[in-house]
Nanobody, 122 residues
Framework: QVRLAESGGGLVHPGGSLRLACEAS????????MAWYRQVPGSERELVAAIHLSGTTNYADAVKGRFTISRNYGDTKRVFLQMNNLQPQDTAVYYCKGRVVVQGAVRIDDYWGQGTQVTVSS
């Protein structure tokens, strides 16, 4: 019914940059909030950054000043994560999450993408 698909992961050297993208599709009435999470083996999934329709953003302390989450004006089905000055500790699988109102529904449900691997290594 609703699908989120991430793209843009890969291998990068320390200090490098990557730009992740996530696109939602399906019977969507609205997506009030989208976010990026990341997870390494053996650890819980953690919030990286989130953005509301209003434009309000919040970031994990570990990425403040290096990562930027964004949505294009008028395009509520895509979210991006610009990651600069990447470090080995940023290595993880990055997941997109959308808080979605499905067409005809009266509640908000969370939907996740399948994840994209980001590896930072020299």
């Amino acid at each position: 019914q609703v699908r989120l698909a991430e793209s843009g992961g890969g291998l990068v050297h320390p200090g490098g940059s990557l730009r992740l993208a996530c696109e939602a599709s399906g019977r969507i009435q609205g997506i009030p909030e989208m976010a990026w999470y990341r997870q390494v083996p053996g650890s819980e999934r953690e919030l990286v950054a989130a953005i509301h329709l209003s434009g309000t953003t919040n970031y994990a302390d570990a990425v403040k000043g290096r990562f930027t989450i964004s949505r294009n004006y008028g395009d509520t089905k895509r979210v991006f994560l610009q990651m600069n000055n990447l470090q080995p500790q940023d290595t993880a699988v990055y997941y997109c999450k959308g808080r979605v109102v499905v067409q005809g529904a009266v509640r908000i449900d969370d939907y996740w993408g399948q994840g994209t691997q980001v590896t930072v290594s020299s």
